[in-house]
């Protein structure tokens, strides 16, 4: 099943200057403003290879990605970037708080590589579709520089968490990295490279299927650019963070949708339309909602809805669907008429996480709609993508996410 294995990275050598002023969220999350503050920071923050700048006098052969590989390139021959001496596997652990709740907890994993694996061969599953934009612009990233620098965030099933165990040994030693990002979320790493621990590794990992939890448009990048480069063996892999599914660290996030230029949308007629399939009720607030949203009730499908008319929720039973699929399936097919190619190319839609800022939205007259979610179960998740469903695109949100820059997979033969 899955086939991981130990590696020597890149990373940031100590005359690079600060961690924290190096490493940055990845790259999707990167806004205009936090791009600007990452290129103050450093001449060696990893935004410059990642997300550059782009300018009036691009062509063909001087722009965002040949800069992109330039960088690179001069940061190793400089020494900025140094290549580990010895392979490893490299434990994670991220400490934080959760946005809107307050829970303070530790999501713990492992750095290494894992194999390339088509779809078809069921031990890497995908639970979510993706986006045309985003796959394009990262396999040129990729052309160019021919190295990975952020990790796919792999999950697998370990109930007795036997992984988790090897880890927290690893933790007891001085942390090779620490790093605190702009959310106040503590990253460190710990090198693993005693060969009982990584034989002990991959002996556990042997039998277990793979779940993609972030990072599907540069894994679907990665098997594109491994089928259209058979010369470079080490393409066969690419750099994952693996958590075990069943850590109590683990945490998803629910992520609202926003719609906006939708041609003859009224609020009234929607109504409508949705009750021939829902329960529509009328709330006096959006705090209202979110005190129903507090309370679980998973045998329901309920979705908030926000419009210039005031806060509805929707509701029904569940009968085995789930909230997004229903959501895009049902309201925005069904009664909107948005379909999944208006979707896959982000026609009127926006993703947004917080109730508040999706509400504000529709406040401020930027979107026309709002519909908000409750969080994915973690097991619903794996039961889709372990049967052979995917849901739609943005379904989850993995929260924290985990740093790109940490350590660098370079393709180098």
Not at 174 to 185: C, G, K, N, W
């Amino acid at each position: 099943m899955a086939k991981v294995f130990p590696f020597q990275p890149y990373r940031y050598a100590p005359k690079a200057g600060d961690i924290n002023d190096l490493v940055t969220q990845p790259y999707d999350k990167i806004t205009p403003g936090m791009q600007k503050h990452y290129l103050l920071r450093s001449p060696y923050n990893l935004v410059r290879v990642i997300l550059g700048e782009r300018l009036d006098s691009d062509n063909e052969t001087e722009n965002v990605y040949t800069r992109a590989s330039q960088h690179f390139r001069d940061w190793i021959s400089e020494g900025i970037l140094e290549k580990d001496a010895e392979p490893g596997f490299f434990a994670y652990f991220q400490e934080f708080t959760v946005p809107f709740s307050g829970e303070k907890l530790t999501r713990k994993g492992f750095i290494g590589l894992g194999a390339v694996e088509d779809y078809s061969a069921k031990v890497v599953h995908r639970h979510e579709q993706t986006l045309s934009g985003p796959k394009k612009d990262r396999r040129s990233v990729l052309e160019h520089t021919r190295a990975h620098f952020g990790q796919i965030f792999m999950l697998y099933p370990d109930p007795e968490c036997r992984i988790d165990a090897i880890l927290d040994q690893a933790a007891k030693a001085t942390p090779v990295t620490e790093v605190r990002d702009e959310h106040d979320t503590i990253h460190r790493l710990y090198k693993i490279s005693h060969r009982s621990q990584i034989d002990e590794i991959q002996r556990h990992m042997s039998d277990k299927k793979l779940l993609i939890a972030d990072g599907h448009h540069r894994y679907e990048t990665s098997m594109a650019f491994k089928a259209d480069h058979p010369e470079l063996a080490d393409a066969g892999n690419v750099m994952m963070t693996f958590v075990n599914m069943y850590s109590p660290g683990l945490r998803i996030l629910a992520t609202h949708r926003v719609l906006n230029n939708l041609t003859d949308f009224e609020p009234a007629k929607f109504f409508a339309s949705a009750q021939k399939d829902f329960k529509v009720k009328k709330l006096n607030s959006i705090e209202e909602l979110k005190g129903i949203f507090e309370k679980p009730a998973p045998e329901k499908i309920r979705i908030g809805v926000v419009t210039a008319d005031g806060i509805h929720l929707l509701e029904r039973e569940r009968n085995g669907g789930l909230d997004v699929r229903v959501l895009h399936e049902d309201i925005l097919e069904g009664h909107l008429g948005i379909s999944a190619d208006d979707v896959r190319e982000e026609k009127h839609i926006h993703y947004v996480r917080g109730i508040d800022p999706a509400v504000a939205a529709v406040g401020d007259g930027s979107a026309q709609v709002a519909f908000l979610l409750e969080p994915t179960a973690i097991q619903q998740v794996a039961d889709t993508s372990f049967s052979g469903g995917v849901m739609p695109q943005k379904s989850t949100d993995f929260y924290p996410k985990m740093l790109t820059g940490l350590t660098i997979y370079r393709l180098e033969k």
